[in-house]
């Protein structure tokens, strides 16, 4: 049997970094400490059935929704890593109303971290794929003092790096830094991220959709007759398509990125805007998925354009293979949303 090279996780950040002649490896630290707190989370994730650790608790998160003791620990321990260490000068969650506040150790870091700790967790008490979803910026205010807003509120092509973490079947650290997007299995037996999807591409076209269809009622005539045209019969365009929908945004992401396809989760009656978050869920798969060859929009503009307003400002998303994402924009400017 031939034996691969293994590559682990901080290996492959160290190769990446020497792409920047004058890096100080303080980038390539927030990286290490992410797959850091991916590592926590999962022995907590893989035993979560097994502790008291489950359950709705009375608190609600920022957007009014219930949050589950996983998300608040998984964003203490995302905090945590990245609190105190001199680099980070701005955090944000999708668990936290503003900005994380950090100590005075953190005013002369350089780099703003935002991040959705615990994505799908609506699925965690049935033991379904949910995920980590995170992005790194630069910061614009002046170092030397505390961060402000518009360290956070930065349109997602200023990113410089962007990733998720699935804990599904095995644990996957999925990150870009510009040069590609690049996966990691979880090892357990030795505590490694070891590469298993170098240079990962979405397929030009594939045959999946992703969409809450029980929003039927109130998607707009172009969605309604861009899946509808999906469920149609028609060999040369690979119809119908088939509809998979997790419900946990990184793994029903993750899915479609391996084998093709689109997600969408558009505006709505209800929710104008949608549900999904820009800073913390669109922006940073928007960056992957372009990076792998792909394609995000808000169905009008370019998500990685958008310039967002508030930190838990939301987005239509459609995002996925090129050819899907274009085929649903030819439908939806047919028949604005
Ligand atoms: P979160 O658990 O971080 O609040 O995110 C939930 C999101 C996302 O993961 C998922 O794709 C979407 O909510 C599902 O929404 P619907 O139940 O409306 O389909
Ligand atoms: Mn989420
Ligand atoms: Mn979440």
């Not at 609506?122 to 003092?145: C, E, L, Q």
């Amino acid at each position: 049997m031939k034996f691969q090279s293994i590559i682990t996780i901080d290996r492959h950040f160290i190769e990446q970094e020497k792409r920047f002649p004058y890096a100080t490896g303080e980038f390539t630290k927030i990286l290490y400490n992410l797959s850091l707190a991916a590592k926590i989370v999962t022995r907590d994730v893989r035993k979560a059935g097994l502790v008291d650790i489950l359950g709705i608790t009375s608190e609600s998160n920022s957007s009014g929704e219930v949050q589950k003791k996983l998300d608040m620990y998984a964003n203490d321990v995302f905090v945590s890593v990245m609190n105190h260490d001199g680099i980070v000068c701005a955090l944000a969650s999708e668990e936290n109303d503003g900005l994380i506040e950090l100590d005075e150790s953190s005013w002369g870091g350089r780099y703003v971290v935002v991040f959705d700790p615990l994505d799908g967790s609506s699925n965690i008490d049935a033991n379904v794929s949910i995920g980590t979803i995170f992005s790194i910026y630069k910061r614009v205010s002046p170092a030397g003092k505390a961060s402000e807003l518009r360290d956070v509120l930065q349109p997602g092509y200023k990113q410089i790096g962007a990733g998720y973490v699935i804990y599904g079947s095995s644990t996957m650290f999925v990150y870009t830094t510009g040069n590609g997007v690049h996966g990691f299995t979880y090892d357990p037996s030795c505590g490694e991220f070891l590469l298993s999807h170098p240079n990962m591409k979405t397929p030009a076209r594939g045959s999946l959709y992703s969409i809450n269809e029980g929003n039927w009622v109130s998607f707009s005539d172009g969605i309604k007759s861009y899946i509808s045209w999906l469920k149609e019969t028609d060999k040369p365009t690979g119809r119908p398509y088939s509809s998979r929908y997790i419900g946990s945004l990184v793994a029903d992401f993750h899915r479609n990125l391996l084998y093709g396809g689109i997600y969408i989760y558009p505006g709505t009656e209800k929710a104008p805007q949608g549900k999904l978050r820009l800073l913390y869920e669109c922006n940073p798969l928007a960056m992957i998925i372009e990076q792998a060859g792909g394609k995000a929009t808000n169905g009008t503009r370019r998500i990685l354009d958008l310039v967002p307003k508030e930190l838990h400002e939301r987005s239509p998303l459609f995002i996925g293979s090129p050819e899907n994402v274009d085929k649903a924009m030819e439908f939806l400017n047919q028949s604005p949303a």
